[in-house]
Every structure is written in C-alpha cells, then in structure tokens.
T-cell receptor
Framework: EADIYQTPRYLVIGTGKKITLECSQT?????MYWYQQDPGMELHLIHYSYGVNSTEKGDLSSESTVSRIRTEHFPLTLESARPSHTSQYLC????????????FGAGTRLSVL | AQSVTQPDIHITVSEGASLELRCNYS??????LFWYVQSPGQGLQLLLKYFSGDTLVQGIKGFEAEFKRSQSSFNLRKPSVHWSDAAEYFCAVGAYTGNQFYFGTGTSLTVIP
C-alpha cells in the first residue's frame, strides 16, 4: 500500500488568492508527479520531478509552479488562482528501480470562485 | 503518438455478472501496461500491471487482464462483479524507465442489484 498524502483534500478559494497544494510521500521514491484531472478526461501531467532540485513541466501547460527541496515533499503553488484552475489535482510518486509504478494520493479538489 | 483508448465511457452490469473493460493502446516502445481504479473522491489505486512474461496477469480484488500484442489491447476482466466494484477504471501505458504514463479517459462502472 502506498503512503502518499495530499492536503488539503478540498479547497474553495476566491480569485486572485495564492495557494499551495501539499504532497508528501514516505516511500523514498525518487520521482514525483502532479496531474490535473477533469471529469470525463484523461489525467494530464502538469509537472514532474526526477529528484531533489529537479523539476520539469509536463504535457499540459499550467500556470502553477512546483519545487522539490526534499525527496519526500513536492508542493504545487498557484500564485494567483482563477476559475479556470478549478479541477482535481493528483500527486503521484514512483521509483525507477521498481518499474516506475506510479502510486497516487487521494487528490485535492480545488474550486476557485 | 502515444495514446490509450477506452472505448466505453460508461458500463452498467448486474451484481454477480461478469465484466470486461476494454483498453487499446498506441505506444512506440515496449509497453508496460496498468489498470487503476478510482473510487469517488479518491486517488487512483493500482489494480494490476503487465511488464513481461505471462500475458494473463492477476491483480487485486479478483481482477485480471490479458495483454494481446497483436491487437494492442489490455482488457480488464472480473468473473463476478460486486457492488463495491462500482468506480472509475483507468488504463495506462508507460515505459519501464522515463517519466510519463499515458492514461485513457476512463470507464465508469455502475453495478445494479
């Protein structure tokens, strides 16, 4: 069973606010990912990290930013939230030596009013 | 181009009936294939994976999947569905190394008494 945690689970905020979505894993995985998920759509990769101080943008353009200062922590930040950012955000982690199987957190459902 | 197609957006089955969810993929390299399940408000849980070897793989919760290279398919099956199997099911393809999974759009399963 995977140990990857996301907080908050639900967030409702007003336009223009700065928010940070937290993601932590206790498995020591080297890789971490952020996906955006909308109803009826596939998961879209927005950020990933191969390790500490390594971050890359994914396929889906996003106005969010990420950091990876510690192996276990991969927060996602929106400097100025907009209604178009309303979505579910899923964090995942994997270990290349174990076949890169991705393990997911429970997600953060964000609503921007 | 890499892609995953799940042709059935929504499936309804009776409890105790058999289930098959379809997945077709397009992938340029040796595919590593996965099925995930997502309950409402939750993240994705790995059901099973195929890396190599026996093309019929067993997973958790009584699920199995069969890899058919000639058909580029990786269909998920269960002989007898339980009400608790109602959820969203995602097929994914990736590489043993690298960073990216490609997800299908999901199949929503409803189980009726």
């Amino acid at each position: 069973e995977a140990d990857i945690y996301q907080t908050p689970r639900y967030l409702v905020i007003g336009t223009g606010k700065k928010i940070t979505l937290e993601c932590s894993q206790t498995m020591g995985h080297d890789k971490m990912y952020w996906y955006q998920q909308d109803p009826g759509m596939e998961l879209h990769l927005i950020h990933y990290s191969y390790g500490v101080n390594s971050t890359e943008k994914g396929d889906l353009s996003s106005e969010s930013t990420v950091s990876r200062i510690r192996t276990e922590h991969f927060p996602l930040t929106l400097e100025s939230a907009r209604p178009s950012h309303t979505s579910q955000y899923l964090c995942a982690s994997s270990e290349e030596s174990r076949g890169n199987i991705q393990y997911f957190g429970a997600g953060t459902r964000l609503s921007v009013l | 181009a890499q892609s995953v197609t799940q042709p059935d957006i929504h499936i309804t089955v009776s409890e105790g009936a058999s289930l098959e969810l379809r997945c077709n993929y397009s992938y340029g390299a040796t595919p590593y294939l996965f099925w995930y399940v997502q309950s409402p408000g939750q993240g994705l849980q790995l059901l099973l994976k195929y890396f190599s070897g026996d093309t019929l793989v067993q997973g958790i919760k009584g699920f199995e999947a069969e890899f058919k290279r000639s058909q580029s398919s990786f269909n998920l099956r269960k002989p007898s569905v339980h009400w608790s199997d109602a959820a969203e099911y995602f097929c994914a393809v990736g590489a043993y190394t690298g960073n990216q999974f490609y997800f299908g759009t999901g199949t929503s399963l409803t189980v009726i008494p």
